[in-house]
């Protein structure tokens, strides 16, 4: 498996490399937007460690550019920016996780292997609720014969109500496991319901059944009769 590190600060990118490669990995490294932007072109790895500080272009446009291109590729934020916003922009602009530095090598190591079994389970991946069909392999979302375009995050917290159907989610949930934020210091209450607001908008406005229902003062549900 190849795995792409993309860090300017040559130091940290060796330590990555080194790691990386001992635990079984094939590295490439590049320190620019614009190296990032050719090799996942031309040499597509199978996961991108992606700093978001990079000296010639946002890491954030470099992963925008990334899913513009059609590129499903799973892509990890590594960067010192932690704050909440910080880390609902990466994760909406189709990033799969985010650590913040300095972290835990063995963590991000196990990131890395969850995140390529993600991949290998989703490739022929179609989830079904009821009318709704969730294309994992082309991000695509269809019910009945309406197709629904949304955006990264919609997509993830889409699918994960779908991998729960008929069960309710608590919020703490949906950030531990949608926005992978383990400790709250700041709720993610109001981004989570405004991601819910938007999804009942696209997935539930002009048909007769509302499949997001909330679940008051518990979280969401998404019901689909059997």
């Excluded at 860090?7 to 190296?35: F, H, N, Q, R």
């Excluded at 996942?40 to 990079?54: A, H, K, N, S, T």
Aim: with cysteine; aromatic share 6%.
């Amino acid at each position: 498996m190849r795995v792409m590190v993309v860090e300017d600060d040559k130091t940290m990118a060796a330590a990555l490399a080194k790691g990386i490669t001992e635990d079984g990995y094939t590295v490439t490294s590049c320190g620019t937007a614009a190296e990032s932007l050719r090799l996942i072109e031309y040499e597509p790895p199978d996961l991108v460690i992606l700093d978001l500080g990079l000296p010639d272009r946002s890491g954030l446009e470099v992963l925008q550019s990334f899913r513009a291109r059609g590129s499903r590729t799973p892509v990890i934020i590594l960067t010192a920016r932690d704050t909440v916003r910080d880390r609902v922009k990466g994760l909406d602009a189709g990033a799969d996780d985010y650590l913040i530095k300095p972290f835990a090598f063995a963590e991000l190591l196990a990131r890395i292997r969850a995140r390529l079994r993600h991949a290998e389970v989703q490739e022929s991946a179609i989830l079904r609720a009821g009318e709704l069909a969730i294309d994992v392999l082309n991000r695509r979302v269809v019910r009945g014969s309406h197709e629904i375009v949304l955006t990264a995050q919609e997509f993830e917290l889409l699918r994960y109500l779908v991998m729960n159907a008929g069960k309710t989610v608590s919020r703490d949930m949906i950030a531990r496991d949608v926005w992978r934020i383990e400790s709250r210091v700041t709720p993610l209450d109001n981004v989570i319901d405004v991601h819910i607001s938007h999804l009942r908008a696209k997935v539930d406005r002009g048909f007769d059944k509302e499949l997001i229902q909330t679940v008051w003062g518990v979280g969401f549900a998404l019901k689909v009769d059997e």
